[in-house]
């Protein structure tokens, strides 16, 4: 299987899959990673990795056909089979999940379906945890449909939230979990284990 990662920021997800492949746990390549910043910290990973790279913000098509065809054109190109989104902060269009549903795989730093949808990112997920005074929280890695946080459920891992919590404190705990897990659900997505049915993912040995 051939993996686009799609990322905005820092990478450390990403950093991590890698990780794992090179430990020899994680059985994808790498096609290409793309961004919608210049600046993210995974294209510079990819870059050192030897991995193609792609700054593609949708601001600077003049629509979004114009955008999903340059995408289209580049997973293309790339023989691109599945899309891992890692922190990827734009929505990701409609047309590329109609023709990729089931193979665009996203990591969500909450226990979705609650403390998901639009302005849930970042600090404001774990601002949003501690203020309900949730006693859990964790990871949700879903397949992506057409809404925000929404798709399939495939993996999810919880950790307690601390009385003592701050929303940094959770976020570096919930950010350790991820890199323990995404790759689970990527291995196992690459490796034929999950099927859906309706709103259930079911996983095969
Ligand atoms: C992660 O918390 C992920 O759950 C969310 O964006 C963050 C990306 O972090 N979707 P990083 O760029 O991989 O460090």
Not at 130 to 135: E, L, N, Q, R, S
């Amino acid at each position: 299987m051939r993996a686009a990662v799609f990322a905005s920021g820092g990478g450390s997800n990403f950093g991590a899959l890698l990780a794992r492949k090179a430990a020899g746990d994680l059985h994808i390549d790498f096609a290409c990673v793309i961004s919608n910043n210049s600046g993210a910290g995974a294209l510079d990973r990819a870059k050192t990795a030897g991995i193609p790279t792609f700054h593609l913000p949708p601001t600077k098509c003049a629509s979004e056909a114009e955008y999903c065809s340059k995408l289209f054109a580049i997973l293309n190109d790339h023989a691109v089979d599945i899309c891992i989104l890692a922190g990827y902060m734009k929505k990701f269009p409609d047309a590329l999940i109609a023709h990729y549903f089931g193979k665009i795989i996203n990591i969500h730093p909450a226990l979705l379906p609650a403390f998901g949808g639009k302005g849930h990112f970042g600090h404001h997920v774990h601002e949003a945890v501690i203020a309900t005074g949730a006693k859990v929280s964790g990871i949700t890695v879903h397949f992506v449909d057409n809404e925000y946080d929404h798709g399939p459920i495939i993996l999810q891992q919880t950790i307690p939230v601390l009385d003592t919590d701050t929303a940094q404190s959770l976020a570096d705990r919930v950010l350790k979990l991820e890199h323990q897990f995404f790759y689970v659900a990527i291995e196992a997505l690459a490796t034929g284990k999950l099927t859906i049915s309706g709103r259930r993912v079911l996983w095969h040995d």
